[in-house]
C-alpha cells in the first residue's frame, strides 16, 4: 500500500506531458512528444529513500511504496 509523503495537488495534463520525480526528488513534466526538456515544477519535493518507489498519485501528490525484495533465485541441486 502507497503512502503518502507530500501533498501538492498538482493540476496536470496527461495528453501531453509525462510527469515523475528525478532522482534529485524533483518533481518534473516532459512533454509526450519526445521534443523539449524536462520541466521541473518542484524542486526537491521529497528526499528520496532507496528503499521506497516514488510516483505522482491519482490525486496529483507525491506517493512511495516499498520496493520488492531482490534476492538471488536458489540454486538447483547438481546431485
Not at 10 to 19: C, G, I, N, S, V
Not at 28 to 51: F, I, T
Amino acid at each position: 500500500m502507497a503512502e503518502k509523503v507530500k501533498k501538492l495537488n498538482l493540476e496536470r495534463d496527461y495528453k501531453k506531458y509525462l510527469y515523475f520525480l528525478d532522482g534529485q526528488g524533483n518533481v518534473c513534466a516532459k512533454p509526450k512528444s519526445g521534443e523539449g526538456e524536462a520541466k521541473v515544477l518542484v524542486p526537491s519535493a521529497v528526499e528520496r529513500d532507496n528503499q521506497f518507489l516514488y510516483f505522482i498519485d491519482k490525486d496529483g501528490d507525491v506517493a512511495r511504496s516499498p520496493r520488492a525484495a531482490r534476492g538471488k533465485a536458489p540454486k538447483a541441486d547438481a546431485a
